[in-house]
């Protein structure tokens, strides 16, 4: 006959080894909201900033946003920046588009995720509106364009870390679905998403 004081000790294992397993569980669906989290509050991996208004009053230094668009293979999309670059000083609200054209014969979603480059502006880079992690569904052959607003904090011109940046490139990347941007890996690096811009569906 087993002893009771083994098989209450084997118990307490039995139960601290389950929570051991579903804290691990837990942990790993939260890794990546709460690396997104990280990187939004540093700025880290190229991670703009959320929303915020521009200042009342822009700084005296110039910055050249440039854009890249991205489509990943299983989306029968063509996906394209309407303007290679834009100089704005830092402070300035600017606004840019991007076009996306289904080229299939059939109805398809895609959804967005971006970054910017290099890295280290993520916390000065700040988007009041964009069509990121929005599901977009495009009829046949249908054409959209989508629109992101954006400013450069001046504090980017201060920092001596950042101050001898002059080009800021702004990345986009079009996924079939938000399932197919996470196995690419591009949550974990991608930024929180603001919302579409005022008065445009």
């Known amino acids: 006959m087993t002893d009771p004081t083994v ?5 307490r294992m039995v139960l601290g080894l389950g929570g051991v397993a579903a804290g691990m569980a837990g942990l790993s ?12 509050v ?13 200042p009342a009053v822009a700084g005296d230094s110039s910055v050249t946003i440039r854009f890249n668009a991205t489509t990943q293979p299983n989306l029968p999309w063509r996906f394209q ?3 290679n670059a ?18 299939s014969g059939a109805p398809v979603t895609g959804v967005a995720t971006y970054n ?7 916390r ?22 989508m629109p992101v607003a954006f400013w450069v904090d001046p504090e980017i011109a201060r920092d001596p870390n950042t101050r001898d940046v002059s080009v800021i490139t702004l990345s ?30």
């Open 7 to 11: 098989q209450r000790r084997n118990r």
């Open 29 to 40: 669906f939260a890794a990546v909201p709460l690396y997104r989290v990280f990187c939004q």
């Open 42 to 54: 540093t700025g880290y991996n190229g991670t703009t900033q959320r929303g915020g208004t521009a």
């Open 81 to 83: 920046p309407e303007q």
């Open 86 to 103: 834009v100089t704005l000083r830092v402070g300035e609200e600017g606004m840019a588009f991007y076009t996306a054209m289904n080229l």
């Open 116 to 122: 910017v480059t290099p890295e280290k502006v993520g």
């Open 124 to 145: 000065y880079f700040h988007k009041t509106a964009c069509f990121c992690f929005d599901e977009q569904t495009l009829a046949p052959h249908q054409r959209v364009d």
């Open 172 to 201: 986009y990347t079009f996924f079939r679905t938000l399932a197919d941007a996470e196995r690419a890996g591009a949550l974990a690096s991608a930024g929180p998403h603001v919302g579409r811009a005022a008065g445009i569906p």
